[in-house]
């Protein structure tokens, strides 16, 4: 077994990597294609009355600054953490650039440094399953005003297709990854009073395997529909599910 240390290190370096090169992109771009829905349910709670807003984007290397920046020019107080140091020395310095005060720190997530009961909104897309969610759980909790909301995009982990697919694809993950599963949620209970859970992306997902470019609109937008019923009229469905839009309120 990995010490802390070594998982840690192992993030790191996986990250500096993702963050200087497109091989991510290139392997699997079509399928992050489909997910604006998702993103579009993300955006209109972060950028919902950020005036004067104390943020914080927990993992901000994958985002390369975008939603920091706009947060920013809105009138929000940002900080963004991430494991790499190369996506941080880098955002540091388009910030800069950009006369932006957004504060960039190299952080462990799962032992934040803040000062408890500080940030209004804790938000990270795909960073949750990079974690031990005990301890990223507890850390975010304690950060979080207590009318504050912490809110992810993450994988799930129960669809055996999707999973199959992740398992031929080890050069574009790291060896820690755990995407998300339904004793996960039971287990933020622990720290959140409450947790809400929307679902995306089951047929969705048939669309890259048609069109490898350019997927029509009207199609996604068709299949997002079914989507949606088969979540609302099969509960038990909705695990299996690609991805999850997650907030965590009133923190313990």
Same mark, same amino acid.
């Given at each position: ?5 070594? &998982?840690? =290190?192992? %993030?790191?370096?996986? *990250?500096?990597?993702? !963050?200087?090169?497109?091989? &991510? ?9 489909? /997910?604006? $829905?998702v993103h579009k ?8 009355e $950020?005036?004067?807003?104390?943020y ?9 600054g975008?939603r920091?920046? &706009? ?5 929000? =107080? ?8 190369y996506?941080i020395d ?6 800069k ?10 952080? /462990?997530?799962?032992?934040?440094? !803040?000062p ?17 969610? %005990?301890?990223?759980?507890? $850390?975010? $909790? ?7 909301t ?8 129960h ?8 398992n031929r694809?080890?050069?574009?993950r790291t060896?820690?990854? *755990?995407p ?13 009073k409450? +947790? ?15 069109? =490898? ?18 979540f609302?009229?099969l509960?038990?469905?909705? =695990?299996?599910?690609?991805? +999850? ?6 923190? /313990?």
């Amino acid at each position: 077994m990995k010490t802390v240390e070594q &998982r840690l =290190k192992d %993030e790191q370096e996986f *990250h500096n990597k993702i !963050f200087e090169t497109d091989k &991510r992109h290139n392997e699997v771009g079509r399928f992050y294609a489909i /997910n604006k $829905s998702v993103h579009k349910v993300y955006h209109r709670f972060i950028y919902n009355e $950020s005036q004067n807003k104390v943020y914080l984007e927990y993992g901000c290397g994958m985002d390369k600054g975008n939603r920091s920046t &706009r947060l920013s020019k809105m009138g929000a =107080k940002v900080h963004g953490i991430d494991i790499s140091d190369y996506a941080i020395d880098h955002l540091a310095k388009e910030a800069k650039k950009e006369n932006l005060e957004i504060d960039y720190q190299v952080m /462990n997530a799962e032992d934040m440094t !803040f000062p408890d009961n500080y940030f209004d909104v804790i938000y990270g897309t795909g960073i949750l399953h990079h974690l031990d969610l %005990e301890k990223a759980f507890d $850390s975010i $909790s304690k950060k979080l005003k207590k009318n504050g909301t912490a809110i992810f995009i993450e994988p799930l982990g129960h669809n055996p297709l999707i999973n199959g697919f992740r398992n031929r694809t080890p050069d574009i993950r790291t060896d820690d990854e *755990h995407p998300l599963l339904v004793p996960d949620f039971k287990l933020a209970k622990a720290y959140f009073k409450q +947790v809400d859970i929307e679902y995306f992306y089951l047929t969705t997902l048939g669309v890259p395997l048609l069109f =490898k470019k350019n997927p029509p609109k009207s199609l996604i937008n068709f299949s997002n529909a079914i989507d949606k019923g088969i979540f609302t009229l099969l509960p038990f469905m909705r =695990k299996y599910a690609w991805q +999850v839009v997650v907030k965590f309120s009133n923190p /313990n």
